[in-house]
């Protein structure tokens, strides 16, 4: 499997992006996936998931109620719709994927078998 983010930018504080993950050499449907971010000097961190029917979502509390992520199955692609988002929000955003058919939507980094390149997120204040 690969995965291929986009959607990234520079956009001001307040504003909105849509981060797209788009997958190839398998269907993704069966599979958890999750967004992760890391900033400057510090962790990867979890950020979003979801599970492979798309009925279960699970967010970090930094970004609840500001992002929500979809997926559309048909198209083998998972998105990151985030809104009001904040300086704080500034970093390399990463789609993973988690080869456990028909799991759960949040996994351990570690268990998280696919990677996409990332795509920076810049919010200016």
């Known amino acids: 499997v690969q995965l291929q983010a986009s959607g990234g930018g520079l956009v001001q504080a307040g504003g909105s992006l849509r981060l797209s993950c788009a997958a190839s050499?398998?269907?993704?449907?069966?599979?958890?996936m999750g967004w992760f971010r890391q900033a400057p000097e510090k962790e990867r961190e979890f950020v979003a998931g979801?599970?492979?029917?798309?009925?279960?979502?699970s967010y970090a509390d930094s970004v609840k109620g500001r992002f929500t992520v979809s997926r559309d199955n048909a198209k083998n692609t998972v998105y990151l719709q985030m809104n009001s988002l904040k300086p704080e929000d500034t970093a390399v955003y990463y789609c993973?994927?988690?080869?456990?058919?028909?799991?759960?939507?949040?996994?351990?980094?570690?268990?998280?078998?696919?990677w996409g390149q990332g795509t920076q997120v810049t919010v200016s204040s």
């Open positions: 979801i599970n492979w029917g798309g009925g279960s979502t």
């Open positions: 993973a994927a988690a080869r456990k058919l028909f799991g759960s939507s949040r996994y351990e980094e570690n268990e998280y078998d696919y």
């Open positions: 050499g398998r269907t993704i449907s069966d599979y958890g």
